[in-house]
Nanobody
Framework: QVQLVESGGGLVQPGGSLGLSCVASGSRLTVNSMGWYRQAPGKERELVSAITRGGSATYAESVKGRFTISRENAKNTVYLQMNNLKPEDTAVYYC???????????????????WGQGTQVTVRS
């Protein structure tokens, strides 16, 4: 069983900054790509940023130059630093990970895509 636990988020004024973090845990876990998605009310979930195990990052056009993704492989943790936040960044932010864990009963590998529970980011005056 792989779990992703997010922290951070909250309420911030336009132009402010927030940081998100997400820790993945599981049996003999190997985390490949990790990323952040967001979903605003009435809208579809969209990719914000993703990062490979080797550190190659991609960003949505709307956040380029303002958001920075990073990760610590040894801690199975991904971060998202959000600067110069705008009201349109308001959404629930979800952590995502592509990972391989092992069944504790038969030691068989289990590859999957996993999601965190989501954390609210609200940007308003």
């Amino acid at each position: 069983q792989v779990q992703l636990v997010e922290s951070g988020g909250g309420l911030v004024q336009p132009g402010g900054s927030l940081g998100l973090s997400c820790v993945a845990s599981g049996s003999r876990l190997t985390v490949n790509s990790m990323g952040w998605y967001r979903q605003a009310p009435g809208k579809e979930r969209e990719l914000v940023s993703a990062i490979t195990r080797g550190g190659s990052a991609t960003y949505a056009e709307s956040v380029k130059g303002r958001f920075t993704i990073s990760r610590e492989n040894a801690k199975n943790t991904v971060y998202l630093q959000m600067n110069n936040l705008k009201p349109e960044d308001t959404a629930v932010y979800y952590c995502e990970a592509d990972a391989i864990s092992y069944d504790p009963y038969n030691d068989s590998p289990i590859a999957g895509r996993y999601w965190g529970q989501g954390t609210q980011v609200t940007v308003r005056s």
